[in-house]
């Protein structure tokens, strides 16, 4: 194959003349028929299977979906009855059309298996867990791992490290993707690792609650993001830290530096970046112009100091679209009505805290006097800037 893509590429170098080039060399117009033919045959094509797609779209993926689907799974050719009995066990076991849909995108092959040989006995497993079929569905190859091979002896690792089922419920919903990881290979060198660095066994188990995912780092990292929180004087003992390395270990390396030259380019000092951190570790999770997005708004648009934010880093944990806007066009709307003034509240507490409070506090007290508000609340309304 080297050879012939050698060939190919001289024959790609040969000045055209109007004649067919490849006659000039012996054999090569039918070693690049050849090649060709083997390189267009190596590429699955969605139009070999069109039963399959035809298929995938009842279930329903966009044509788009099903195709891609059907040329990128192993098992392409199903079995009607087969499939549509596997989907009628799922729908059993409480999975929705949207969670079926998902499923059979990310793992057409449970389609292909005897439903009641191969598929129940794992859903009863997973059932018997109180495990929600909407987070299967999230991590669908998880029903095509083996019952007795890597399922049950990953689930009775954990509970010997996380303890209650509550609690293994709480760590699988958070991440079920961790429950792909082998034990042997994943699970058991990761936990060794934590507690070769200093973590008490009740501080793993609730590591593993807070994300599971965290057994899926390599001892190597886990070292690493305990050298780097100690560097910025995260301490063990800290009811933070178990927080911190999260979200340390789930960002890539270099990111901890990238964010704290980020902040600092809008004014920030390394001290306030690191206390905001130990605060709100989420924010290293976010992505750089998202971060960007959201400070940029609260410096321009609601004319807020970067010490405001820093001191309040969960603001930049909210959605600017789901959350943060509307609550402004809301105290927008009360301030064009002259029902407050902007120096009757302070920005950003005003913003804070959950969604009940906030609508007692602004959408309720007002809603009968002042319609718009709940017009704001509910998006209908724009955020213009404060009067």
Not at 235 to 245: E, N, T, V, W
Not at 289 to 297: A, E, T
Request: net charge positive; hydrophobic share 45%.
């Amino acid at each position: 194959m080297f050879c012939r893509r050698r060939l190919l590429l001289h024959i790609r170098k040969i000045p055209g003349d109007g004649a067919n080039p490849l006659q000039s060399i012996p054999g090569a117009i039918h070693l690049a028929h050849n090649y060709f033919s083997t390189a267009v045959s190596s590429v699955p094509n969605s139009e070999l299977y069109p039963a399959t797609v035809s298929y995938l779209i009842s279930c329903g993926l966009s044509p788009a979906a099903a195709a891609a689907t059907a040329t990128t799974q192993k098992n392409r050719n199903l079995s009607s009855d087969k499939a549509d009995a596997a989907r009628a066990l799922l729908r059993d076991y409480g999975f929705t059309d949207a969670d079926i849909v998902r499923t059979v995108r990310g793992a057409m092959s449970i389609l292909s298996v005897d439903p009641e040989r191969i598929l129940r006995p794992k859903l009863d497993f997973f059932a018997s867990l109180g495990f929600e079929p909407r987070k299967i569905a999230s991590e669908p190859f998880l029903l095509a791992r083996s019952l007795d091979k890597h399922l049950v002896p990953s689930i009775q690792f954990l509970r010997g490290i996380i303890g209650s089922d509550d609690d293994l419920r709480r760590a699988f919903s958070r991440a079920p993707r961790a429950l792909m990881a082998d034990v042997d290979k994943n699970m058991r060198p990761a936990v060794e690792a934590l507690r070769r660095c200093g973590l008490t066994e009740e501080a793993i188990s609730k590591l593993l609650v807070i994300h599971m995912g965290m057994l899926m780092a390599s001892p190597d990292r886990i070292r690493e993001v305990f050298e780097e929180l100690k560097a910025i004087g995260m301490r063990i003992p800290d009811s933070r830290f178990l927080y911190c390395f999260r979200a340390m270990c789930s960002a890539k390396r270099g990111t901890w530096r990238r964010k704290l030259e980020l902040f600092q380019s809008f004014g920030a000092s390394e001290g306030e970046v690191l206390e905001a951190f130990k605060t709100q570790p989420s924010i290293l999770l976010s992505t750089d112009d998202i971060l960007k997005q959201k400070v940029r708004f609260f410096l321009d648009e609601l004319k807020l100091g970067i010490s405001d934010i820093m001191s309040r880093p969960v603001i930049i944990a909210y959605s600017l679209e789901r959350c943060i806007l509307p609550r402004c066009a809301v105290l927008s709307v009360l301030m064009r009505e002259g029902r407050i003034q902007r120096d009757d509240i302070k920005l950003p507490q005003a913003l804070l805290g959950n969604s009940k409070i906030f609508s007692a506090r602004f959408v309720l007290r007002y809603a009968d006097d002042v319609p718009d508000v709940a017009k704001a609340y509910e998006g209908k309304i724009k955020f213009e800037g404060f009067v």
